[in-house]
């Protein structure tokens, strides 16, 4: 197992190309916020939108929509009970970031079941949050495209059946291999697998402890890999080790770090490696 370190920051996150728009840096479509868990999609979608992708569109139960617009105007949005609207936009995008607050009853299944009938082999698919549980329950027939699992542990054991204290390095690796696509197993130290190797986050404190820390996650994930798409499997890894870098750098002077506040810091962050060179120390707040 390779011990992740900032290198993977600057081989993704590279000077934007001023000969660009939008759709040039990617669409996202990130499917979740049901009735309870509002919060969740709303997180999700700011960190892709701080990440930096071209357009960002919410598929959420409408009772989210105002909530949402005050904290991000720049999402657009759709009613995700409406599968006409549904099935069109998963068509338009790039990226997919499905389960942040997605719910486990049977609309919310529906709504999944949806998304996985559409998805192409071209996209990206992020698995997170609700999707992965709802996808342990019913056993579907996995989404097209190229699949990217972000359990927490017990998600994890959910989906892959291995019980939390049998998730060794091998045994995940097996497991990844059944299951294909890539795997973020999420806890303190977070490991990652894939068919080309696996990884292991050597940064991240208990500051991140708190609700929301892996919506936003998934959502930078959604945002790297519509932007950086020459290698999804370098844009997750790079996502995954700047989400904690930047939470190291918080927690220097705060007791807990707030999922809102890493997208907040997002564009400065990346501004720095993007002008850093390969001896430079980043930091955006110095
Ligand atoms: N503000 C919001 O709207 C929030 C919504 N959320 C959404 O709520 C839904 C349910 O997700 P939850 O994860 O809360 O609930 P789950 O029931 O899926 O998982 C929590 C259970 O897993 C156990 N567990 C074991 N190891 C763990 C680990 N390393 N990390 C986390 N849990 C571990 C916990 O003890 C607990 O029993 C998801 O769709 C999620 O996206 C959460 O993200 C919390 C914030
Ligand atoms: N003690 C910890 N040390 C390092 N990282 C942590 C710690 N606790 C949580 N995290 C990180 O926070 C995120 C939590 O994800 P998840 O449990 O899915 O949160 P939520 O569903 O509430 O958004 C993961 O990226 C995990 O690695
Ligand atoms: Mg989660």
Known sequence: ??????????????????????????????????????????????????????????????????????????????????????????????????????????????????????????????IDGSAITLLAEHRLPLSAGQLIFTPHQMEWQRLSGLAIADQTPTANQAAQAKLGGMVLVKKHHTEIYASTG???LPIGSAAQAVGGMGDTLAGMIGGFCAQFRTDVTQAALAATYAHSAIADQLAENQYVVLPHQISHALP?????????????????MN
Request: with cysteine; charged share 15%.
């Open 268 to 284: 400065a962050f990346m501004k720095k490696v993007a002008q850093s060179g390969p001896d430079h120390q980043i930091g955006f």
């Open 198 to 200: 696996s990884w292991r």
């Open 1 to 126: 197992m390779q011990e992740l370190d900032e290198k993977i920051l600057r081989q993704v996150i590279k000077p934007r190309p001023q000969e660009s728009f939008k759709g040039t840096f990617g669409k996202v479509l990130l499917v979740g916020g049901n009735h309870q868990y509002g919060g969740a999609i709303i997180m999700a979608a700011t960190a892709a939108v701080y990440a930096g992708a071209g357009l960002v569109t919410v598929a959420c139960d409408p009772l989210n929509v105002t909530a949402l617009h005050t904290q991000l105007p720049e999402a657009m949005v759709i009613d995700f009970h409406d599968q006409t609207a549904l099935t069109k936009l998963v068509a338009q995008v790039d990226t997919v970031v499905i389960g942040p607050g997605l719910g486990t009853e049977a609309a919310s299944l529906a709504v999944l079941q949806t998304v996985f009938a559409q998805t192409k082999a071209a996209q990206t698919v992020v």
